[in-house]
């Protein structure tokens, strides 16, 4: 009989362990169990219930939260069950059968029951949260019971851009951010009760049990996590109470998540070309996220250096130069499209300036100690305009520091802003353009077209020139649109009293069109390509003889 009884037991689907209460040792296991936990025949076969615990103790998620009911199960009678979460993902159902007897024959039964699969209809497979069927069988469970004696707070966490990830890096960056999100979010939890739920594409939900209220110490750790995790997210939490238990409570928590990224959203609002709505996105990509930790030593490791591009006039001669910031980490040249962005997000952009303002200033005090005299353009961040604006900070008394410190004149300097820095409130940096321009330091427009910029804008601020954005002069003189922007850009900006360049020129019949339509300065690489300070100041030599 006994070993029929054995034969069927290792038909059976469950794992089963028995465990003699008095010796501690294994009396009993079947097949099923040793295929469940992998461990071998002869360690279960030889051992006391120490060794195994200490075997499947590698296996699970929560050693601790295994290992706690073990201690009443040799001095109590009751039966008892609990899902364990093993580390390659399974979970399993542990039901613990006390078989009562006399002292040393009183045992102990396990029996383990893989679940997984009926699990897994609740997991979410990208972030291995629970999903939105899980949230929507919690909530119906919750709401069934009438008297809510346990209170959750409710955190909703929605991202901010993640459209813009999805579209400017594709759909498995968007993938990495939606589980660095999770993860996030996971790090919050404290107990077993605690649930982080993905309810929509990029919604999120927690759930945490208190009996207190911990709605407000929950919003400062959410935000801090978020922003350690470099991820821009609009969150709203609020405390379920008796009453309304947490589906009312996740709408509330909803409602405020949905005002504040509406005020979010407002902040941002403004007429801005889509090629330059990137800026705006703050979630950073794991790429991203390992580029900006090399880019915070990068100036301290000497990996940031200047490049030279001449910008010619029409009698063929270098009328001035604009420094170009470069990147060179571990032997890979970054561009400064994909660097610039990211420090204009971070904050890292004002650390940029300062090198290059000064870098740039020394370069040119020591061409003219070689005699050669030329003028430079220094690009400014639309981030550095909103500095100006919300600090005053004095960009003017910074110049002047630089220059005189390398006997360089203010009026060797001019400034190129991207007329999208200008869209939002430019009046209130009036008094910074006004400044420098006082001290002689020109202020050009670049990216000229690309903004939707009005002649107010420029009417009312002291600009010298603009600079016509590479994508119109790249069209000229074939695409008609390009021409029509181009042509009637140059007369406009004539009759304001104001010079034109243009940027990015790479034939010949670019520059004898926009040289026909009255154009002042010419750029780009069928000019001359940035140059390092040593070619460039060959290249002034050159042009000059
Ligand atoms: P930008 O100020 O409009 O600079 C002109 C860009 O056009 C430069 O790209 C230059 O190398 C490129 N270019 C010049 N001629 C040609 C051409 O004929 N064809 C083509 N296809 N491109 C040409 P770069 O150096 O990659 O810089 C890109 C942008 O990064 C700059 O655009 C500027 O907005 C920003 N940037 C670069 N250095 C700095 C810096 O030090 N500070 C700030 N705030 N921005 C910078
Ligand atoms: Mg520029
Ligand atoms: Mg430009």
């Keep these: 009989m006994t070993q029929v009884l054995e034969l069927v037991m290792d038909e059976l689907l469950d794992g089963i362990l028995v465990i003699n209460c008095c010796s501690r040792k294994v009396t009993y296991f079947n097949n099923k169990f040793v295929s ?47 899902e364990i979460r093993l580390k390659d993902g399974r ?42 069927k899980a949230w929507d069988s919690f909530g119906n469970e919750h709401g069934k019971k009438r008297n809510h004696s346990i209170q959750y707070c409710v955190a909703v966490v929605d991202l901010n851009d993640f459209k813009s990830i999805n579209d400017d890096f594709g759909h498995e960056a968007g993938d990495r951010v939606l589980k660095r999100l999770g993860v996030t979010l996971k790090r919050l939890i404290r107990n077993k009760q605690d649930k982080v739920f993905r309810t929509g594409g990029d919604e999120f939900c927690i759930l945490l049990e208190s009996t207190t209220d911990i709605s407000s110490s929950i919003v400062t750790r959410l935000s801090n996590e978020l922003i350690a995790a470099g991820i821009n997210a609009a969150t709203g939490v609020y405390m379920s109470n008796q ?13 405020r998540m949905l005002s504040r990224k509406k005020t979010q959203k407002h902040l941002h609002n403004s007429l801005i070309h889509p090629s330059h709505l990137v800026s705006t996105r703050k979630t950073k990509t794991d790429e991203e996220i390992e580029m900006l930790a090399n880019l915070s030593v990068a100036i301290k490791k000497g990996e940031l250096k200047l490049a030279f591009q001449p910008i ?15 990147w060179k980490h571990e032997e890979q040249y970054i561009p400064p499209n994909v660097f610039i962005p990211l420090s204009e997000s971070s904050g890292h952009i004002h650390r940029i300036w300062d090198w290059v303002l000064e870098e740039s200033i020394k370069t040119v005090h020591r061409w003219k100690q070689n005699s050669i005299y030329t003028c430079i353009s220094i690009n400014f961040s639309a981030v550095q305009v909103e500095y100006y604006k ?23 300097l001019k400034i190129e802003l991207t007329e999208t820095s200008l869209l939002t409130d430019s ?7 006004n400044e420098l321009s006082e001290m002689g330091i020109d202020i050009c427009i670049d990216d000229y077209g690309t903004g939707f910029s009005s002649l107010s804008i420029m009417q009312a601020l002291p600009i010298q020139c603009i600079k016509i954005d590479g994508s ?40 004898e069109f926009l040289e026909s339509y009255g154009c002042d300065y010419f750029q780009g690489y069928f000019k001359s390509k940035p140059l390092s300070a040593e070619e460039m100041a060959k290249c002034i030599e050159m042009h000059h003889n």
């Excluded at 010619?312 to 470069?326: A, K, P």
């Design 427 to 433: 009046i209130k940096a009036k008094d910074l353009f």
């Design 91 to 132: 979970t399993l159902l542990r039901k613990s059968i006390s078989i009562p007897g006399t002292n040393t024959l009183k045992s102990c039964v396990w029996i383990f029951k893989d679940i997984t699969n009926e699990k897994s209809i609740f997991i979410d497979s990208l972030t291995g949260c629970l999903n939105r």
């Design 243 to 255: 009453e309304g238990g947490i589906i009312e409570a996740f709408r509330k928590a909803d409602k």
């Design 36 to 82: 469940m936990w992998g461990i071998p025949q002869h360690i279960l076969a030889s051992s006391d219930n120490q060794t195994i615990l200490n075997q499947l103790k590698t296996k699970v998620l929560y050693p601790e939260e295994f290992l706690k009911p073990i201690q009443s199960l040799y001095e109590n009678d009751q039966n008892w069950q609990d």
């Design 472 to 511: 119109f002069v790249n069209g000229v003189p074939q695409n008609l649109s390009n021409t029509a922007i181009t042509k009637g850009t140059i007369s406009m900006a004539h009759e304001l009293g104001i010079e034109v360049c243009a940027e990015c020129i790479e034939n010949a019949e670019q520059i």
């Design 312 to 326: 010619f006039n029409t009698s063929n001669q270098v009328s001035w130069i604009e420094v170009l910031c470069r």
């Design 390 to 412: 919300n600090t005053g900070f004095s960009y003017p008394d910074q110049i002047k520091r630089i220059c005189y410190q390398y006997n360089v004149s203010p009026k060797c």
